[in-house]
């Protein structure tokens, strides 16, 4: 597993190793999308991919999100209202960014989830049990509901990406392992990286603990050939 400890660094490798070794797999749904005959959704994909990323500071991070060009106001309104004990659906953080999720409105005006619907019941409980046992195995915040999600394969309704967060404090630092099913890189990678980052801001704060590593574990990491088509790199 590849160690960085410069954030810009990681995602200029990161794209490479996908560009130069991903292979071509056409995807069968893409959201709540059936897209089993449409060529753009035709993928670049690196199965089974990981690395470690050491510096999480705010400025090391910020230069990843200007690099890939991510909406940073977005992403902070976003990772806030994460945290939040209240339930958000929708909210107004995708406001900031609405052609991109205004089209995962649904027509009674939510989202089919939030991550601050799934989080929120969490994440109380997951400081509670780091506060007293830093070193547990434990301590995870999950996003993927098999009772919901399953029944939504298949382009029925969005699907989480996000599988697990894990916490532990390891060497006197609070790290993460973020696990995900699925990445598209071009349009989700760097703010996904953010989102996991101020999660564990957030609990290393609430507990006292400095923070740590961040572990990413993807199932697919991919990019569209659509999206590739306008780099000329399909």
């Known amino acids: 597993m590849r160690i960085y400890v410069d954030a810009l660094e990681m995602i200029k490798e990161v794209e490479r190793d996908l560009f130069e070794m991903g292979t071509r797999v056409q995807s069968h749904t893409v959201q709540d999308r059936d897209v089993h005959d449409d060529k753009a959704f035709e993928t670049l994909e690196l199965f089974g991919y990981s690395y470690t990323l050491q510096n999480l500071d705010e400025g090391n991070l910020q230069r990843m999100l200007r690099h890939t060009n991510t909406n940073y106001a977005w992403a902070i309104a976003e990772s806030t209202d994460r945290i939040q004990p209240r339930l958000i659906n929708p909210g107004d953080a995708y406001l900031k960014d609405v052609v991109l999720w205004g089209q995962y409105i649904r027509k009674d005006g939510r989202f089919a989830y939030t991550y601050n619907e799934r989080i929120r019941e969490q994440l109380e409980r997951l400081i509670e049990e780091l506060k007293a046992k830093p070193r547990t195995r434990q301590a995870v915040i999950t996003m993927y509901d098999r009772h919901q999600d399953m029944n939504n394969w298949g382009g ?79």
């Open 156 to 234: 029925v309704d969005r699907v989480p990406c996000t599988m697990y967060y894990q916490f532990a404090e390891r060497g006197g630092k609070l790290n993460i392992i973020y696990a995900m099913r699925s990445c598209d890189f071009l349009k989700h990678f760097a703010s996904d990286v953010y989102f996991a980052s101020s999660l564990l801001r957030h609990v290393a704060r609430e507990t006292g603990m400095q923070m740590g590593s961040f572990t990413h574990f993807l199932g697919s990491l991919h990019a569209f050939k659509g999206d590739l088509d306008k780099r000329g790199i399909f």
